[in-house]
């Protein structure tokens, strides 16, 4: 059963896969009069309107994605294990809930936090919330996948293909669905937002008992519609424009498929859960096999890496040692004993 929002004490957490609509649901509800704990992120090219993230939550996550070994899009079932198990250290949990009652104090009853790293975390966040008598709420925004890595491959680079970011984004989004039942939670399309933003904002406003939605004024909902700009979805893409395997593509599309019905008024229905676990196995079954068959080549990789670090006595490899580097005429002009402290000094700097 999801649990009983108290009198007090809100806090929203915005999730969902990067790129998806989470920064345009975040900088919302602070319009409307939510507290975004600050300092910000600072709008760039890539969201010239603003992220709606704290820079301190930020800083944390990226943090324990290095302790943890662990990537923001990850398309790994494992690193959910492997960042799961932060969330039971109890320095790191109560430096959070430090943190977010600081927030409490400063910001108001009603906080929304939003960070696309955060969906690895949630069980940390969770347990802070509960600690600061405030019971979780969780938005996730629901943009189509092709859509997804098609702006992350546009305002990203291209470090990671396509088939990559495809197969982070249903490792994400499923396993961030399943972290949040039980809890109080809304789904929000994107494309929603944009048409008509007053209908799943006020929506949540009363799912969520927020007065700052509530009791909006005129002219806070007239900053939010100068704030929401439909031009800002710059990347549409489809399948025919995506190369992907099949059974990833089609894992992919039917993942979308039944999350999209949860956007929809009582679409959070238990025969959507139990076909969204059905997927996520399914996923976790192609990775697992993806990943015995490349084997070979990631023992390659990982001897090649071992070739090239130099060891212990082995110079590493270059045009030669300090004096050698100098022309033969000269070096000869050098003393014997001058020539070996170049070598030492040299090879100290290197």
Request: include cysteine.
């Given at each position: 059963?999801?649990?009983?929002?108290?009198?007090?004490?809100?806090?929203?957490?915005?999730?969902?896969?990067?790129?998806?609509?989470?920064?345009?649901?975040?900088?919302?509800?602070?319009?409307?009069?939510?507290h975004?704990p600050?300092?910000?992120?600072?709008?760039?090219?890539?969201?010239?309107?603003?992220?709606?993230?704290p820079?301190?939550?930020?800083?944390?996550?990226?943090?324990?994605?290095?302790?943890?070994?662990?990537?923001?899009?990850?398309?790994?079932?494992?690193?959910?294990?492997?960042?799961?198990?932060?969330?039971?250290?109890?320095p790191?949990?109560?430096?959070?809930?430090?943190?977010?009652?600081?927030?409490?104090?400063?910001?108001?009853?009603?906080?929304?936090?939003?960070?696309?790293?955060?969906?690895?975390?949630?069980?940390?966040?969770?347990?802070?919330?509960?600690?600061?008598?405030?019971?979780p709420?969780?938005?996730?925004?629901?943009?189509?996948?092709t859509?997804?890595?098609?702006?992350?491959?546009?305002?990203?680079?291209?470090?990671?293909?396509?088939?990559?970011?495809?197969?982070?984004?249903?490792?994400?989004?499923?396993?961030t669905?399943?972290?949040?039942?039980?809890?109080?939670?809304?789904?929000?399309?994107?494309?929603?937002?944009?048409?008509?933003?007053?209908?799943?904002?006020?929506?949540?406003?009363?799912?969520?008992?927020?007065?700052?939605?509530?009791?909006?004024?005129?002219?806070?909902?007239?900053?939010?519609?100068?704030?929401?700009?439909?031009?800002?979805?710059?990347?549409?893409?489809?399948?025919?424009?995506?190369?992907?395997?099949?059974?990833?593509?089609?894992?992919?599309e039917?993942?979308?498929?039944?999350?999209?019905?949860?956007?929809?008024?009582?679409?959070?229905t238990?025969?959507?859960?139990?076909?969204?676990?059905?997927?996520?196995?399914?996923?976790?079954?192609?990775?697992d096999?993806?990943?015995?068959?490349?084997?070979s080549?990631?023992?390659?990789?990982r001897?090649?890496?071992?070739?090239?670090?130099?060891?212990?006595?082995?110079?590493?490899?270059?045009?030669?040692?300090?004096?050698?580097?100098?022309?033969?005429?000269?070096?000869?002009?050098?003393?014997?004993?001058?020539?070996?402290?170049?070598?030492?000094?040299f090879?100290?700097?290197?």
């Amino acid at each position: 059963m999801p649990e009983t929002l108290p009198a007090k004490r809100r806090v929203v957490f915005v999730v969902g896969s990067g790129r998806s609509g989470t920064s345009t649901m975040s900088c919302t509800l602070q319009t409307l009069g939510m507290h975004v704990p600050q300092p910000e992120v600072d709008a760039d090219e890539t969201n010239p309107k603003g992220f709606g993230e704290p820079q301190w939550v930020v800083d944390l996550h990226e943090e324990l994605l290095q302790r943890c070994n662990v990537q923001v899009s990850d398309a790994r079932p494992s690193a959910w294990f492997e960042a799961g198990k932060l969330s039971t250290f109890e320095p790191l949990r109560t430096r959070l809930h430090t943190w977010l009652e600081s927030q409490f104090v400063e910001g108001g009853t009603e906080v929304v936090i939003k960070d696309p790293r955060m969906a690895w975390f949630l069980g940390l966040w969770r347990s802070a919330a509960l600690r600061c008598d405030a019971v979780p709420a969780y938005v996730t925004m629901l943009r189509p996948v092709t859509e997804v890595v098609g702006s992350k491959q546009q305002y990203y680079g291209s470090k990671f293909g396509e088939v990559n970011r495809t197969a982070a984004w249903v490792n994400m989004m499923l396993h961030t669905e399943r972290s949040t039942r039980g809890s109080a939670r809304a789904f929000v399309r994107y494309d929603d937002m944009l048409t008509d933003w007053t209908i799943p904002l006020f929506g949540i406003g009363q799912q969520f008992d927020l007065d700052a939605v509530k009791s909006a004024s005129a002219n806070d909902i007239r900053k939010v519609h100068a704030f929401i700009d439909p031009s800002l979805r710059r990347v549409q893409l489809t399948w025919d424009e995506i190369e992907v395997p099949v059974r990833l593509r089609d894992i992919a599309e039917e993942s979308w498929q039944n999350l999209n019905k949860l956007a929809d008024d009582g679409g959070d229905t238990p025969a959507v859960h139990d076909r969204l676990d059905e997927l996520r196995a399914a996923y976790a079954e192609m990775y697992d096999e993806s990943e015995a068959i490349a084997q070979s080549t990631a023992v390659a990789a990982r001897r090649e890496g071992l070739a090239k670090k130099p060891g212990p006595n082995v110079l590493p490899p270059g045009p030669g040692r300090g004096a050698d580097r100098l022309p033969h005429g000269i070096r000869a002009m050098v003393p014997a004993r001058a020539r070996r402290w170049l070598r030492r000094a040299f090879g100290k700097q290197r």
